[in-house]
C-alpha cells in the first residue's frame, strides 16, 4: 500500500488581494473622515461673524453629524461598488469612533461628579 497522503488543493494565500478591500483600511479610513471632517467644521465656525448669519441655527445639528454621515455615504458606496471589506471596515470604524466618545463623555462626567466643588 501507498501511504502518501493525497495532494491539498492550492490554498489561496492571506496575503492575495481578493478585490473586496481590507478592513484595516476601511477603520483607518473612517477615522480620517470622520476627525477631518470635524477639523474642516471648526476651521468653517472660525470664520466667526462672517458665517453667523450664513448658518441657521438647524444648519449647527447638521454640522455636528455631517462626518459620519459622510463616512456612512462612503462606506454604503464602498460595498455597493464591490469593496465589502473597505466598507464593512468603515462600519466597524464608525462604531469604534463612535465607543471612544462614550468613554470620553463618561470619563469627564466621573471627573465632574467626583470633584469636590
Known amino acids: 500500500m501507498n501511504d502518501t497522503p493525497p495532494p491539498e488543493a492550492a490554498k489561496p494565500s492571506p496575503m492575495q ?10 477603520v483607518a479610513l473612517a477615522w480620517v473622515i470622520i476627525v477631518g471632517g ?3 467644521i471648526a476651521a468653517l465656525l472660525m ?16 454640522l455636528a453629524v455631517a462626518p459620519e454621515i459622510a463616512a456612512a455615504l462612503v462606506a454604503v458606496t464602498l460595498i455597493n461598488r464591490g469593496k465589502r471589506r473597505t466598507g464593512k471596515g468603515i462600519l ?5 469612533f463612535a465607543a ?15 470633584s469636590n466643588l
Not at 481578493?18 to 476601511?26: F, H, Q, R
Open 92 to 96: 466597524i470604524g464608525l462604531a469604534s
Open 17 to 26: 488581494d481578493t478585490g473586496e478591500g481590507s478592513l484595516v483600511l476601511g
Open 38 to 40: 470635524y477639523i474642516l
Open 47 to 62: 470664520l466667526g461673524s462672517t458665517m453667523s448669519n450664513f448658518i441657521p441655527g438647524v444648519g449647527y445639528a447638521v
Open 100 to 114: 471612544v466618545a462614550l468613554l470620553l463623555v463618561a470619563a469627564c462626567f466621573g471627573l465632574l461628579f467626583s
